[in-house]
């Protein structure tokens, strides 16, 4: 099948997806209880109640509710976020951005480390690099996120004090303005060297506790895959060909060890928006992780609705990424099978 | 010497080869002191069971044994490669037939013992091998142009440079792309206007080569199948495209392990003619490897037989099939050419090949010969000359140090 028709055709069942997705958080939210809740106070009268839910069509059947909801994203309306105090669609984009930018740097640290300590163990099986290796990608894959987050806190905040907490500094912050929402891009935009290493400097632990789990994955399985590699025959027809062992690792075992590390990669995705919530806890990082965990305690429904319906999306278009990234490292792939 | 008689110097001389695993039952003796020649231009078949230590004895001309677990217990393994063809160096003319090289001898190197980097040089250049399965010798991530092409970067830069229309003292990006060894930042050097024509020239010529190897093979459309990958073509073709990289730079030595056990009966045929075809053309010595008797007959000028890391007959083809004299060899003679077995199984040889760990001092095929006596299960017998240029190893043959010699009339079935 053509790459075009592919991706044409996997966009067209997106929106099908996309609407069975929301049935889904919708129902098993409203099981949940009623999203009036966050609204009432102990003072209210019955009828006090019944009037807000009529403002709120909560009075409609369940279905019509449904259709209120989908019609209002429709027009981009998410609804109203009572922990934020806004509508959800204001302040959705600022959480986001602040989400975005920590789940990428978890992740080309994830990507970048994985892969290259994973080669670098493969590449040197049963020997002591490959055992380190090992130790840290064991630890990384074990240690709960919130353990190590919160011994890096006291170790570099509470203790030698040299790292920050949050998101930015408050004035450095105002120094600039911040058209994308992403602090680090922000920076290079207004071309602030200050506010960028302030960015980056805030980045650092939250970005080592998320990726370090997420880095353990990716380099375990650079790793099996690599040394599996290593062993079939077309690497030792490359060397008989004359070629540098650098070559042979390079440009044809580690092409082919990195066609299964590429799904994984895929699913580490998951693994990094997941733990965006406890790391967003423990440093502070005003980000929808920590949105959606005040929304959580205090049934803020139309908050929760739309992040679990955007991670949805979000899982089925990065799924999308992954296969394609796949059928063109692997040209045994045949797409649409 | 075993087949010192012959004139010209061989193209390698393996000596004593000893070819050791680390195993979790103990060392295993994969090939224990194996000694042979290849004569230059001759076509010598190495057969024997599987797991008799063919493939290590063929892949220790390339050092292709992974170390650890293998060890290099011993022996040398010489090569006499040819010299470059004084008359057009190396590029082909009338002198040297369009070969490159002359009959003279470049100086004979010990194959484990010269470094890394030159037993690199050597490899894809001098000595060139072709695998069992071409469908997993082969890269799949990448297009059969872009494999071949790498013997060219590796092994041909000057050519390529020339070829390409560009002074042979070009340096920098441009050479390193042509020798394949680019560095950090070459990506956007080469992507220069000046050096991306240049870039374009060096990748045309290398295109030509690509597929003049191709060619030889005897593929149709040799062009369009550099863009293909692997899976796409047949295993018939693979092999072809296997044999044109290993012959692309005109090796004095191919290693054949096997090449035709993965394809059917009919491609197999094909596939030997062409290698027999260019092996001739080239005067290219071949070292083919194979489990099949009545194969390796059709092909080769010498047979050597192999048994449990040792080999156990040497000959003349014709002196072999006509006057086979080890027990072992008469006995795959009597399993091989028959439709109702399989190929590769030897149905009339019962048992199967010893353990090689620790093998004891006595004859490796006792306990499976008819004919085994007294002497055998005392004495190791060593290769000796029975006849011109075929020598065997049985006490049938050659008096043992003690104990009761065996005979061809004792059968102890
Ligand atoms: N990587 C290895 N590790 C351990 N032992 C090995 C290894 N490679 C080969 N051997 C041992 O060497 C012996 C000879 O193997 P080899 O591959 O040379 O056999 P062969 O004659 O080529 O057989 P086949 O017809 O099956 O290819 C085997 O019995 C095996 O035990
Ligand atoms: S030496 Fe003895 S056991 Fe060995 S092959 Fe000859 S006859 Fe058989
Ligand atoms: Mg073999």
Redesign the interface.
């Known amino acids: 099948m053509q790459l075009r028709d592919y991706i044409l055709r996997r966009l067209m069942v997106l929106p099908v997806l996309i609407i069975g997705v929301s049935i889904v958080v919708f129902t098993l939210t409203r099981i949940g209880g009623s999203p009036v809740g966050i609204y009432l106070s102990h003072e209210m009268t019955p009828d006090e109640v019944a009037e807000i839910e009529a403002r709120f069509n909560l009075d409609k059947p369940v279905w019509v509710q449904y259709i209120y909801w989908i019609r209002g994203i429709a027009m981009g309306d998410f609804g109203w976020s009572g922990v934020a105090a806004a509508p959800v669609a204001d302040v959705f984009p600022l959480k986001l951005a602040a989400t975005m930018e920590l789940a990428f740097a978890s992740g080309l640290v994830a990507l970048f480390l994985g892969i290259a300590l994973g080669t670098y163990a493969g590449a040197r099986r049963n020997r002591l690099p490959d055992h380190l290796t090992r130790i840290v990608a064991v630890s990384g894959a074990s240690l709960p996120q919130f353990w190590f987050g919160i011994l890096l806190l006291i170790i570099f905040w509470a203790h030698i004090g040299i790292a920050p907490i949050g998101r930015s500094d408050a004035a450095i912050f105002a120094s600039i303005a911040h058209p994308t929402g992403l602090y680090t891009i922000d920076a290079i935009l207004a071309g602030s060297p200050t506010a960028l290493w302030d960015a980056i400097w805030h980045l650092v632990l939250p970005s080592i506790t998320l990726g370090y789990g997420a880095t353990a994955i990716v380099a375990r399985m650079m790793r099996s895959a690599l040394v599996e590699e290593l062993q ?3 690497v ?9 062992e650098r ?1 042979v690792l390079k ?2 075992a580690r ?2 060890a990195l ?1 299964p590390t590429v799904t994984v990669i895929g699913l580490t995705f998951g693994f990094l928006l997941q733990g965006t919530i406890t790391v967003e806890i423990i440093y502070r990082w005003p980000g929808l992780g920590r949105w959606m965990a005040d929304s959580v305690l205090r049934g803020d429904q139309a908050t929760l609705m739309t992040y679990v319906l955007f991670t949805s999306v979000l899982f089925l278009v990065v799924n999308l990424i992954v296969d394609l990234v796949y059928a063109n ?4 792939v045949t797409l649409g099978k | 010497m075993l087949d010192a008689q012959h004139g010209a110097a061989p193209v390698a001389s393996v000596r004593d080869l000893k070819v050791y695993f680390q195993t979790k039952r103990g060392i295993v003796h994969a090939v224990d002191g194996v000694s042979f020649d290849i004569r230059d231009g001759e076509t010598l078949g190495l057969v024997g069971e599987t797991g008799c230590g063919k493939s290590v004895t063929g ?1 220790s001309f ?1 050092r ?1 044994l992974p170390v650890p677990p293998g060890i290099q217990a011993g022996g040398s393994v010489m090569f006499n490669g040819h010299a470059v063809c004084a008359a057009c160096a190396g590029v082909g003319c009338g002198a040297c037939g369009s070969t490159g090289r002359q009959a003279g001898r470049d100086s004979s190197v010990d194959l484990l013992g010269i470094s890394s980097e030159d037993m ?6 001098r000595i ?2 072709i ?3 071409p469908g ?7 297009p059969i142009g872009a494999q071949i092409a ?2 060219f970067f ?2 041909r830069t000057e050519e390529l440079i020339a070829l390409a229309g560009l002074p042979a003292d070009t340096a920098g990006a441009i050479r390193r792309f042509a020798s ?2 680019p560095r950090f930042g070459d990506g956007w050097l080469l992507a220069l206007p000046g050096a991306r024509a240049q870039r374009r020239q060096v990748e045309a010529a290398l295109a030509k080569m690509v597929a003049s190897a191709l060619a030889e093979t005897q593929v149709p459309n040799p062009v369009k199948l550099m863009a293909r ?1 692997p ?2 073509l047949s295993g018939g073709m693979r092999q072809r495209v ?1 044999i044109a ?2 012959l692309a730079c005109n090796p004095d030595l191919l290693i054949a392990d096997e090449p035709t056990t993965a394809l059917d009966v009919t491609v197999e045929a094909r596939i030997l003619e062409l290698i027999r075809d260019l092996q001739q053309r080239r005067k290219t010595s071949v070292l083919y490897i194979s489990h099949d008797l009545s194969l390796v007959r059709r092909i080769s000028d010498r047979v050597a037989v192999m048994y449990a890391g040792r080999i156990v007959e040497i000959g003349a083809t014709a002196e072999i099939f006509a006057n086979p004299r080890h027990p072992y060899t008469r006995g795959l003679m009597a399993a091989a050419p028959s439709a109702d077995t399989p190929r590769g199984k030897l149905a009339a040889i019962r048992g199967t090949v010893p353990e090689l760990v620790d093998p004891p001092s006595a004859c490796r095929f006792l306990g499976r010969c008819p004919h085994e006596a007294g002497a055998c299960r005392s004495n190791d017998p060593a290769l000796q000359v029975v006849a011109p240029g075929h020598s065997v190893a049985c006490f049938i043959d050659h008096p043992a140090p003690s104990g009761e010699r065996p005979t061809y009339d004792r059968v102890t079935a």
């Open positions: 079939q025959d077309y030792d027809a490359a060397r008989a060909k004359g070629l540098a070559i440009r044809h092409r082919n066609v490292l692997d040209r045994r | 892949r390339l292709l690199r040089r050597i490899r894809g250049d060139a091998m695998f069992q399965d997993k010798a082969l890269n799949p991530t990448l790498e013997v590796q092994h394949q060894s990958y899976h796409e296997m990289q290993a």
